[in-house]
């Protein structure tokens, strides 16, 4: 990397200070030159829209000009990404936008130790987590024995809960996965879905069994699911049993009561990991009963081995409108609170005595 030199860039006011501008070269290896650009240079036009310093590739050099701060970033940026395909993972515009958002933030994770974690591959397909808070959820199903994953759809809690256990039952750090959801919308009765008790209750089983599909050979899942290996069954089924040599999924978890949820967590064996996945604002429970997700946040919060993953919207790693709907949402039930707190004040005050509100 070339030292970086200064220059000034004249303002239309003659009396205002110029500002300084720095320009600084790096340069690559010429192999990872191709790969760093992208195809038809997609991954440099998102560099481009991304950074505020200017952007210039000749040959094996790239150079950077603007101001100090705007080409320190972009010089992190181009390290990060030059370590990225480096490490022989293919470079797309998503993953340079999560780059330059990562270092934008100042979490003090490395974009490229995030990116090219690899939990599981199959048929070319890799899974990994694509944001800092994925990776520390991830870590910490590898450091704990209880984690609680909670967030918005689309940030990847069951997802990547899912691959972890598949991983283990591969490396036979388990004997067999046990994924369970409570059936909440038919009251955990069912009984008036047509069809047998599977096929009852298999609509509210079905995103787990979709994500499997993902990750296994669809053909052994069948067999693997007859020799017990794999068990995908409601809540109510965990009731008496205690679960050794397992790894646990709780899926949609903010629609278990407190009772459900001790429940469940007590059905630990030995050998066992528990993960329990939910988003707290989207609870279903009939006559407002209260969300077991929310119960264990205040109880377990402190207990040691158990841990709780909170993810947000700059998690969601499904389209970029998931996200912005995530957070419009949470600014529209702030405003919706604020509103319902004034008028529950102004009640108050109008019943109040008149000498009482002087």
Do not use: C
Request: hydrophobic content about 40%; charged content about 25%.
């Amino acid at each position: 990397m070339t030292q970086p030199t200064e220059s000034h860039t004249p303002t239309d006011d003659p009396t205002a200070p110029a500002e300084r501008t720095v320009r600084s070269g790096v340069d690559l290896a010429p192999e990872l030159v191709p790969p760093l650009l992208g195809s038809a240079d997609r991954n440099l036009r998102a560099l481009e829209g991304l950074l505020t310093a200017d952007v210039h590739v000749r040959g094996t050099t790239v150079t950077l000009t603007g101001r100090p701060a705007d080409v320190a970033l972009a010089e992190r940026v181009i390290g990060e990404l030059t370590a990225i395909v480096a490490r022989g993972q293919a470079l797309t515009p998503d993953a340079v936008r999560r780059t330059v958002e990562m270092l934008t933030d100042g979490g003090g994770e490395s974009p490229a130790e995030v990116l090219t974690l690899d939990i599981l591959s199959r048929r070319g397909k890799t899974i990994r987590p694509k944001t800092v808070g994925q990776k520390k959820y991830v870590d910490a199903i590898d450091e704990h024995t209880i984690v609680f994953g909670i967030g918005p759809a689309g940030t990847g809690k069951t997802y990547l809960a899912m691959a972890k256990a598949v991983q283990a039952l591969q490396a036979k750090q388990v004997s067999r996965i046990i994924l369970t959801r409570p059936a909440v919308e038919a009251g955990e009765r069912l009984g008036f879905l047509p069809g047998s008790l599977h096929e009852k209750i298999d609509p509210y089983l079905r995103p787990l069994h979709d994500a499997l599909h993902d990750m296994m050979d669809p053909e052994s899942i069948p067999k693997l699911m007859q020799a017990g290996v794999i068990e995908v069954a409601p809540l109510a089924y965990m009731r008496g049993r205690t679960l050794n040599d397992a790894f646990i999924i709780l899926d949609e978890a903010q629609n278990t009561t407190a009772e459900q949820m001790k429940m469940f967590l007590t059905r630990l064996g030995f050998g066992s990991k528990i993960v329990v996945t939910g988003d707290a604002t989207q609870v279903d429970l009939p006559g407002g009963a209260r969300s077991g997700l929310g119960a264990a946040n205040e109880i377990l919060g402190d207990v040691d081995d158990i841990h709780f993953s909170q993810l947000d919207s700059s998690d969601v790693v499904r389209h970029r409108l998931v996200s912005d709907i995530v957070d419009a949402y949470d600014r529209y039930e702030s405003l919706e609170r604020r509103k319902v707190e004034f008028g529950n004040r102004a009640q108050r005050r109008a019943g109040q005595p008149r000498s009482s509100r002087r």
